[in-house]
């Protein structure tokens, strides 16, 4: 007889608002067949399952209920200003019991060590979405794409100016649809649609542009559907943190732009060399078209990003299967 799911507290974002956080749940949702995910705010429970996204510490101050078992996969850790944590969230930090903390990046382990707090890398959850999720055929038209993701809101606390990253990616995108590569703009939140829609509108005047648009016809929150778009494109210029996530996770090789510490965690955790990374005040269209066109059929490149993507795959699924263990034992 089959054991009915544990119920068990999601920690983190699970609507589709944001593709990044809605790829993050559904990774969960496979990473865990033997839970049953429910709202960790609100559902009574005995466990918690800090599942992904940048939660970590403060969400352990505020936002959820500490529960006698707390888990985590592939969180990233927001490094506080000053590189020094309060009183307050340092107690909250020792005080909670995790069993099992898995990390998203070497810079968030390196931030919990100097408060004296262990966890393991597990790499970013997102990447347990495989390449099969895509399934089937892109509807974009069959030509060399490069996929542009742009982050739109003005959020405070950022690396870079977002008038100046608009300004260079547009440019970087004119000189590679003047190279003969067509031009896919996949915003990731909906807060970032008015941006793309107005890179998008800049774009078709001067070469083949397509907008991606998670939350319309055609794909109206249609995930595989979606992934098949990104995973048609040869190169990902990305801004959001799963647009280079994403980009990795279905083979694409990425040049991420660099708009928090968070992009940096990742990057750093897939150890390529060079890191395909750049600080949003060092982005430079012209640079930028370069890179792209130099790697754009770098399969060297793509083969390095996809074992590298297998090996936290194989990390996640391992420690998934730890989490289940100890929770369904206690």
Known sequence: MTEDPLPVGYCCFADQRNVGDYCIHQANQRLFPRFRLVDAIHDETHVNLFGGGTLYPYGLRWKYPRRPLNFSIGIGVQEPVKRKFGLLTRWAMHRWNFPVLGLRGPRSREVLRRHGIHGKVTGDTALALEVEDAGGESTSAASLR??????????????????????????????????????????????????????????????????????????????????????????????????????????????AIGYRPKCFDFVESLDLSPAPIVHPDALNGEQAAGHVLANVDNQGLRLAIQEKVEGWRQTLRATAEEIQRIALDA
């Open 146 to 255: 490069v996929a542009v993701c742009l982050v739109g809101e003005p959020i405070e606390s950022r690396f870079g100016e977002p008038c100046r990253v608009e300004r260079e990616l547009t440019d970087a995108c004119q000189r590679l649809q003047a190279s003969g590569l067509a031009i896919s703009v996949i915003p990731f939140c909906q807060d970032d649609l008015e941006a793309s829609r107005r890179l998008h509108d800049q774009l078709v005047q001067s070469g083949d542009c397509t907008l991606v648009d998670f939350w319309a016809s055609p794909i109206s929150g249609d995930l595989p559907r979606f992934l098949r778009e990104l995973a048609a494109c040869r190169f990902m210029l990305g801004e959001r943190l799963h647009a280079a996530v994403m980009a990795a996770a279905v083979g694409v090789p990425f040049l």
